[in-house]
């Protein structure tokens, strides 16, 4: 026993020893208060500028240009009357407001505090000027724009009156073209001069030669004391073909790039770099004869869009290079928030759809007596045959639709028979596209002589009281009662938009946002970090 009670003593003077020591070595530190740890911050070093790379240059002028990436730059240097929100919302911009008085006649008021880039004022003379300019010119890409403008009247130094030949709905969408100085060209020919042009944006031109032009901020932008500004400037590379602009991007020797090729990645590869793909304007869908003999009847039209797989035909037809949409209007439009529009096959949905009309499936096949005689639902899809996507998308289809019971005969028609069916909508399906309009208005797919022969009262009577709403709550329940009708009798499916891509490297920081009316949304925020 005694040899354990000494191990336990030395054990006990050993522990007194150890804190003791700690105790004198805690006495002895100073007092430390009580507070938060001090933080570091890492600096971040940014540059302000970016380098975007154009093909095919043709002018940097707005009226003059044929290229689309050169009206996108031109949205940075240019201004318009009113401009179009991400969520195709209308915003004044060198207008303060504006106001429909009548069924042919807008009164705009513009803002005071505008200059051009080299100083001098923004005058109402500045924008009649620009309509009588642009009018005088159709090969213009905005000539559409302002061709139904009658008149322009000035009535006092910030106030303008325009008068139409016709009403056009959704005419605020029209003013979206850029502004010029009628003081820099009153006496120029435009088409003939080489100069560099002023703008009201937030960037002017300062440098204009055969391979580059260069951007910096405009001192005289209104709004620039305001703006928490990354990007001060820019360079813009000019290339002679679309492939150059392509190894640019992958030697790093621009920063950004924007195209609608639906093949780029060929040329770039898929990795290495960020990218956002939006949905452009090319929507593709089938327009369905409401006078034919089969498809007049709602339940059939229904089952066939039911039916129909997008996603499967994205992939199999189209190389998983589109995104599927299902209504003419864009899915990030503010009047279609909240609704749900369906996109997704539902091949019992459609059964149900059929039966509960009298439809029955027998033999392979969806039939009905129909006056004395059984009908089954074969229907022939029309598809020009020079349209290769088009072709194995009608394939697809036929293929879906053949298996749920519906036979389908694609009829590959010519330029001419192709031009001829969209003239005087004589066809039973017809596979088609159109870039749609960045206006809300839907007179085209619905309206009087349209592709579908589709005729509803009800539907005629919204889109006349429609050009005349300006509250936005009731506006959004006019479209609701749209889609809920366009839903319930589809005189229409939509199938997918093409896509285009905005890629970019990997030192860029910045929110990429882009829509078909601009793809610079947040453009002074972009910056480079290294």
Known sequence: ????????????????????????????????????????????????????????????????????????????IFEPLLSISQDYHIENCLAEEWSKIGEKSYVIKLKKDVKWSNGTEFKPEDVKFSIETLKQDENSVYYENVKEIKKVEIIDDTTIRI????????????????????????????????????????????????????????????????????????????????????????????????????????????????????????????????????????????????????NKIITTALGNKAQSASFPLEEGNYLLQNLEITKKANVESAKKTLENAGWSYEDGFWQKEINGRTKTINITLAVSKNNEARVKVAEEIKKQLKSFGIEISINKISDNQYKNYLKKHQ???????????????????????????????????????????????????????????YQDEIPYIGLYRNQNLFAYNTSFRGEITPNNYNIYYHFSEWYKQY
């Open 163 to 310: 008068e139409l030949d016709k009403e056009i709905p959704f005419f605020e969408y029209y003013l979206i073209f850029p502004i010029i100085s009628s003081e820099q060209y009153k006496d120029v020919d435009i088409q003939k001069s080489d100069t560099i042009p002023v703008g009201t944006g937030q960037y002017e031109i300062t440098k204009l030669e055969k391979n580059k032009i260069d951007l910096k901020e405009n001192s005289e932008w209104r709004m620039i004391e305001n703006q928490n500004s990354n990007t001060k400037t820019v360079s813009v590379q000019l290339y002679d073909t679309m492939g150059e602009v392509y190894n640019a991007f992958k030697l790093g020797s621009i920063d950004l790039l924007h195209t609608t090729n639906r093949d780029v990645e060929e040329y770039i590869g898929s990795m290495g770099y960020g990218k956002v793909q939006y949905q452009n304007r090319e929507y593709d869908y089938l327009a369905l004869n409401c006078e034919n003999t089969l498809l007049k009847y709602p339940e059939v039209r229904k089952a066939i869009s039911l039916v129909i797989d997008r």
């Open 427 to 485: 066809y039973e399906m017809l596979l088609t596209g159109v870039n749609t309009s960045l206006s809300p208005d839907l007179n085209s797919f619905f309206g009087d002589d349209n592709l579908a022969n589709y005729k509803n009262e009800e539907l005629q009577t919204i889109l006349k009281d429609i050009n005349s709403i300006t509250k936005e709550e009731l506006l959004k329940e006019k479209y609701s009662r749209i889609v809920q009708i």
């Open 1 to 76: 026993m005694k040899p354990n009670f000494s191990k336990i003593m030395i054990i006990i003077i050993v522990l007194c020893i150890i804190a003791g020591v700690v105790y004198y070595l805690f006495k002895e530190q100073p007092e430390v208060e009580a507070q938060n740890p001090e933080i570091t911050y890492e600096t971040v070093n940014i540059i302000t500028n970016l380098r975007l790379g154009i093909s095919d240059f043709d002018s940097i002028h707005p009226y003059k240009t044929q290229n689309r990436e050169v009206l996108y730059l031109d949205t940075l």
